[in-house]
């Protein structure tokens, strides 16, 4: 049966599994492959080996096993794994055959992966595939970039495997390099986006309305077939109904509002500042996820939390402008405390935040009394954490003027004043000192769509459940 399959797929995890028998039911034959050969071995078992599908246990075996030109489709971790696989594929391929890059990369990879191929003759692809693990199986949404001959040989297969909207395959041919990564990976931006704003709304429902997850869930099922008919939307609604047993409350509420991510919001953030092209919305969603991640120090700031209440009179909006300036500048100076306190531990320097704050006392354009006030609060003390020493100097000011912050911010919205600085600012000391957020919705909806598990504040582990998917 030497060189008989259509295609092959290498690497196994959800995605890899599920468009292999995706491209098995469209009448493909497909050859697959997988580091580790238990994986391969339990999908044969979860799949009863259909007709078409053949397993192999080495890169040789599985390149030789391929009809030529070698069509080779890679759901491999992305990263560093994509190269080590590729080098071990090189020797194999020939002129002509076409890897097709089908996992998360950076765009600069895929870039770099395409010319350095090229040289072999052998056509890249850096294809982005969006779908989850469902769409995979069903018929993902495709985003292809790289080399133009490559994508001849497999359009054919792509159309025949991707979603349809309309009878139109949802596949598209983007450009040289990593043009199809990038389109992927500006997806995956507005996807971060869209679940950060879904979590927000989820959030103003508990506290503002009161509401628990399932009457959340029926809000969001009631939005689910008009204007905001979408994935997310329905997602949102199964996830925050969904009960592992009848007798127990829904699941999301044991889900640790720890929302991770895999890179793609944060490449989408960076490119936006080196483009100069501003999409604040999807770097706050990956803000929000840091944030999210930071439950250790969320747990220790969150005794100073404040809320700001019920609105001032709008005679005094020139208060609300001098408290809010007056917040703002120090949170920003909270912001730059914690970033260099990680910086100083992460990248090995090794120095006091507390200098930073003497040597701006004066001279520099950022010394301001509350610089002062800043550097007296931390004289003296153990080096602990400087930023939670100074949360607690200036938590009475928050506190105290929380409300015209507020008041700020929805004026400006009213008079159509862009204010995204003070708004972030707010939002930032909003969620850092919040002992739990919704980020376990988030969570929640990773794995919803793409199995990406999640972490229980019951029991330690990682855990991945179907949320009522069957
Ligand atoms: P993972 O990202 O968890 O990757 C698992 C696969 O990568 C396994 O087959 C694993 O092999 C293999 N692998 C990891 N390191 C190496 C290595 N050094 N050498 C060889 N193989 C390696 O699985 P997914 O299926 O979730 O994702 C595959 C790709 O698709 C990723 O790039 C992901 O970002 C992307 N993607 C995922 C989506 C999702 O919803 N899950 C959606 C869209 C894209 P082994 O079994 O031996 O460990």
Known sequence: MQGSSDVGVLGLGPMGENFALNLLSRGFSVSVYNRTPERT????????????????????????????????FLFVKAGAPVDEVIAQLRPHLEEGDVLIDC?????????????????????FIGMGVSGGYEGALRGPSMMAGGSIRGYGSVEGVLREVAARHHGDPCVAYFGPGGSGH?????????????????AEVYGVLRAGLGMGPEEASEVFESWSN?????FLVEAT???????ERESEGPLIERVLDVAEQKGTGLWTAQLSLELGVPSPSISEAVHGRFVSAMKGF??????????????????????????????TFVSSYLQG?????????????????????????????????IVERAYSALLGREAESRTLQLMEEFHRDFRERMVWWADFVAAAARLGVPAPVTSSAMNWYLSVTSRRLTANLVQALRDYFGRHGYQRTDMPGTFTSDWGRG
């Open 41 to 72: 071995r339990a999908f044969l078992e979860r799949s009863g080996a259909p007709e078409g599908l053949r397993a192999t246990y080495s890169v040789q075996e599985f390149v030789s096993s391929l009809s030529r030109p070698r069509r080779v």
């Open 103 to 123: 996992g998360n990369s950076h765009f600069r990879d895929s870039d770099r992966r395409y010319q350095e191929l090229l040289g072999q003759g052998v056509d």
């Open 182 to 198: 990038l389109v992927k990976t500006v997806h995956n931006g507005i996807e971060y986006a869209m679940m950060g704003a879904i």
């Open 226 to 230: 008009g204007e905001l008919s979408s």
């Open 237 to 243: 609604y199964r996830v925050l109904r969904y009960r």
């Open 298 to 327: 969320r747990e220790k700031a969150s005794r100073f939390a404040c809320s700001a209440g019920p609105s001032t009179a709008e005679s005094d909006l020139l208060e609300a402008c001098r408290s809010s300036l007056y917040l």
């Open 337 to 369: 405390s914690l970033l260099l306190e990680a910086s100083s531990r992460s990248l090995g320097y090794g120095f006091d935040v507390a200098e930073a704050f003497r040597v701006w006392r004066a001279g520099c354009i950022i010394r301001s009394r």
